[in-house]
């Protein structure tokens, strides 16, 4: 069975399903959502997205993203593909959304309404799904900030948009390392 994504309109009411990669080739804006781990440091869990995946292959994002299915919260389905993709799970609340669109060299569209969350990590195991991530990492907002800065090619065009949703909700948590 093909995986489906939530078609919404711009309030985020919901309008339909549509085929993953349908969706994305004819870039229909769909329901998605960004998680971003902390630690006890401040640090945020990047994950770098396996290079075989239908966009964004080897790229450094934030610590999950995904969508949801029909009839799943976003924070459900956070939780969910947190420990599909990175191994584990924590409690995650949402700090803020915005809607963007991105256009791939294979052709492909990113449009969603992105959820983004937070949580914080207590020491769970990490244990990354291959087919999922390639890699993963700890990093300082401002270190990253840094890199996006001088090499924004390594990193997802969402990574910077759902940051600045994080570092405006959530500043105090984030920026006081």
Same mark, same amino acid.
């Given at each position: 069975?093909?995986?489906?994504?939530?078609?919404?309109?711009?309030?985020?009411?919901?309008?339909?399903?549509?085929?993953?990669? !349908? @969706? =994305?080739?004819?870039?229909? #804006?769909?329901?998605?959502?960004?998680?971003? $781990? *902390?630690?006890?440091?401040?640090?945020?869990?990047?994950?770098?997205?396996?290079?075989?995946?239908?966009?964004?292959?080897?790229?450094?994002?934030?610590?999950?993203?995904?969508?949801?299915?029909?009839?799943?919260?976003?924070?459900?389905?956070?939780?969910?593909?947190?420990?599909?993709?990175?191994?584990?799970?924590?409690?995650?609340?949402?700090?803020?959304?915005?809607?963007? !669109? @991105? =256009?791939?060299?294979?052709? #492909?569209?990113?449009?969603?309404?992105?959820? $983004? *969350?937070?949580?914080?990590?207590?020491?769970?195991?990490?244990?990354?799904?291959?087919?999922?991530?390639?890699?993963?990492?700890?990093?300082?907002?401002?270190?990253?900030?840094?890199?996006?800065?001088?090499?924004?090619?390594?990193?997802?065009?969402?990574?910077?948009?759902?940051?600045?949703?994080?570092?405006?909700?959530?500043?105090?948590?984030?920026?006081?390392?």
């Amino acid at each position: 069975m093909s995986e489906q994504v939530v078609l919404v309109d711009r309030d985020d009411k919901q309008l339909g399903l549509e085929e993953k990669i !349908r @969706a =994305h080739e004819l870039g229909l #804006l769909h329901r998605a959502f960004s998680v971003f $781990v *902390f630690d006890d440091k401040k640090r945020l869990l990047l994950q770098q997205r396996e290079q075989s995946k239908y966009h964004c292959g080897g790229l450094w994002t934030n610590t999950c993203c995904s969508h949801p299915r029909d009839g799943e919260t976003v924070a459900e389905a956070a939780r969910r593909r947190m420990l599909e993709e990175i191994g584990f799970t924590c409690d995650v609340h949402e700090v803020g959304s915005f809607i963007y !669109r @991105a =256009h791939f060299t294979n052709g #492909l569209i990113e449009h969603e309404l992105d959820h $983004v *969350f937070v949580g914080r990590y207590s020491g769970q195991e990490i244990k990354p799904n291959p087919i999922e991530v390639q890699d993963y990492r700890w990093v300082s907002v401002s270190d990253l900030i840094s890199s996006m800065l001088l090499t924004p090619q390594q990193y997802t065009p969402w990574l910077n948009l759902a940051l600045q949703v994080v570092t405006t909700k959530w500043p105090e948590e984030v920026m006081n390392a």
